[in-house]
């Protein structure tokens, strides 16, 4: 046996604090701590918690076509300081990410700027330049390293298109990811239709433009007998119709995102263009709803739907600025304030971040067992920061998180045993 090449002392895993040996990319084994190990590259923990590498299943890093709201290097190094070893890199780029080509080229500049990671997994297109109209040539997107299938952002209205794209992702062995919205009932909105959309003038979306489309999504899923990942969900009643669908055996998987279980429409109060998100910020009520099937595994996973834009682009009227927030950066610490108020465990987190999209997106799986992939993070949970322009490591500054002090600081990531993140102004 080879000796390791990393240890990272004193971590807190599972209430023990341990060292950490890490050889070739993998777990040798937790150390009672003080245990004298060889010489090798020694990284102090600080008593800081032990995670699984987070696994984002919904980004937008916005290259090639939008470097001015993002890049890929600037997106991996957001996710790099967030904690992630994974991210799922969505297609709505110029050009779509609907060819192998582009495909090749994110795939290449991941590697260029971030070689050890983390990770990014390019998500193609379902239908070609996201039109809706015909099916993308999915067997050259799997065969160029697409992970999942998506027109997130571009809804595919045409369920009898959508049924092909299903049946083909399957033979392909693709998850897709559907983005739920009925483009009628959404036309022209900004924001959730209810009380503060009608105080402000302001045209609303309804919670059945999501919904309607869940329902079409479950009854396919179930015809078919084939699985269908549900995008940022957002309401209550999709969260009844995926309960329903699960019991029923249908398969379905889902994600919402933290500013779904954290903020209602009153964000938007003052013409708050940051909080305008699509699908739109809801109620208290649904809020409630979400907040429970995360608990209970209703709703699978956790994204951040990271969606930057340039400042000038979100300072504009309610009507022009873009839809989207910026969320690698405060994925952690926004989760961790639902473990401060006792709505989520620790080990919710882990689950939510990391466990199940792993399974969803077959991707590596990390139980932090001697022999696994050294893919790990460490978390102060007693730091807290502000968040400020500079401080985030993404160009998208668009969060309502902005000035907010919160809780809880990724201090190290390590992704297959190399450390792409160590925060140094930790002595
Ligand atoms: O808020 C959003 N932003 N929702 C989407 O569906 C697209 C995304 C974006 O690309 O900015
Ligand atoms: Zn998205």
Same mark, same amino acid.
């Given at each position: ?18 060292d ?35 696994v ?10 939008f470097?001015? +709201?993002?890049?890929?290097?600037? =997106? ?7 904690? @992630? #070893?994974?991210? *799922?890199?969505? /297609? ?17 500049q ?36 697409? +992970?999942?299938?998506?027109?997130? =952002? ?7 298109? @959508? #049924?092909?794209? *299903?049946?083909y /992702? ?79 055996g ?9 500013h ?56 504009a ?8 927030i ?64 500079q ?14 002090t ?22």
């Open positions: 046996m080879s000796g390791p090449d990393l240890i990272v002392n004193n971590a807190l895993w599972q209430g023990d604090m341990v950490v040996w890490v050889d070739q990319g993998r777990i040798l084994r937790f150390a009672p701590v003080g245990e004298v190990g060889p010489v090798c590259r020694k990284i102090d923990g600080h008593g800081a918690l032990l995670l699984p590498g987070l984002d299943g919904h980004v937008h890093l916005r290259e090639p076509g470097e001015y +709201k993002e890049d890929i290097a600037s =997106g991996l190094a957001a996710a790099a300081g967030g904690g @992630f #070893r994974a991210v *799922l890199a969505m /297609a709505n780029t110029n050009p779509v990410n609907d060819s192998a080509a582009v495909t090749t080229f994110m795939l290449d991941a590697f260029r700027s971030h070689p050890h990671g983390p990770l990014l997994h390019p998500v193609g297109a379902l239908t070609r330049n996201l039109e809706g109209q015909e099916l993308a040539p999915l067997a050259e997107l799997s065969e160029a390293g697409c +992970k999942a299938l998506s027109n997130d =952002g571009m809804p595919v209205s045409n369920p009898d298109l @959508f #049924r092909r794209a *299903l049946e /992702a399957s033979d392909l062995g693709l998850p897709v990811i559907d983005h739920c919205e009925d483009p009628h009932l959404a036309t022209g909105a900004v924001m959730n239709e209810g009380r503060v959309s009608g105080l402000m003038g302001l045209k609303g979306q309804p919670v059945v433009a999501e919904s309607l489309h869940v329902a079409r999504d479950i009854l396919m899923a179930e015809y078919l007998n084939l699985p269908v990942h549900l995008a940022h969900i957002s309401c209550r009643q999709s969260v009844e119709l995926i309960a329903w669908a699960k019991q029923r249908v398969r379905i998987t889902a994600e919402t995102c933290p779904y279980l954290l903020w209602t429409e009153d964000m938007v109060e003052g013409y708050n263009t940051l909080a305008k998100v699509n699908p739109p910020l809801r109620t208290a009520d649904d809020v409630e709803a979400l907040r429970q099937a995360v608990r209970q595994g209703i709703i699978d996973i956790l994204v951040t739907d990271h969606a930057p834009h340039a400042d000038h682009e979100k300072e009227p309610m009507d022009d600025a873009p839809n989207g910026s969320g690698l950066d405060t994925a952690l610490s926004l989760s961790w304030t639902l473990v401060q108020r006792g709505i989520l465990v620790l080990d919710d987190l882990c689950r939510l971040w990391s466990r199940r999209p792993a399974e969803i997106f077959s991707l590596r799986k990390n139980s932090l067992a001697p022999g696994d992939p050294a893919d790990f993070l460490l978390f102060d949970p007693d730091a807290t920061w502000t968040v400020t322009p401080i985030l490591r993404s160009k998208g500054k668009n969060t309502p998180c902005l000035g907010q919160l809780p809880g600081r990724v201090r190290l990531n390590v992704v297959d045993g190399h450390t792409v993140f160590h925060d140094a102004t930790v002595p």
